[in-house]
């Protein structure tokens, strides 16, 4: 990813094991792909849904990476469903140990997870590689979309005094 690609990561967990794993992976990929480290995204960590919340209000196309136990699966998954409508330009990422579940139902949390919106569900601190990809497309999504938006503002300020109704203003006056 360069700094075009880049968008901030909000990790949210109680502790710092994902946030740490993240930040080590993202110091290794950047360092074998880019020197500067002004193009890696900003990992930003929050402890609880609100905080995320709050936080995905000032930078609504955030990548969401939220940490997945037995005591915050049904709240997180209660925060997913709502967040679709309330943040359409972010995406989220569940980071789960499925070492926290019991095995003959850790499919069954991925598979829901997914279904209440995840773009993508991470399993180990250990392996997150397989993320970048899902990083980088949003990136890419949310850049195309700041700049389309830059292109209609700039297309309208252009295109406003040509408008059928202004050239009638003017000859009125």
Known sequence: MNRRESCEWIVCEQGDRWGAALR???ARQMGATNPDPAGEPRV???CSLAELEARLEVRPDALGLISVEVSN???TLT???AADAHF???RFIALV???DFAAECRQEIVDVLLESGCADVAHSPRHLQHLLPVARRHALAARARQAASAD???SLASDWPVLP???EDQTVG
Do not use: H, I, K, S
Request: hydrophobic share 45%.
């Open 152 to 154: 209609n503002n700039t």
């Open 73 to 75: 699966l049904r709240p």
């Open 165 to 167: 109704w202004q050239a």
């Open 44 to 46: 930003y960590e929050v």
């Open 88 to 90: 359409p330009q972010a």
């Open 79 to 81: 925060w997913l469903a």
């Open 97 to 99: 140990d499925c070492g």
């Open 24 to 26: 080590v992976m993202l």
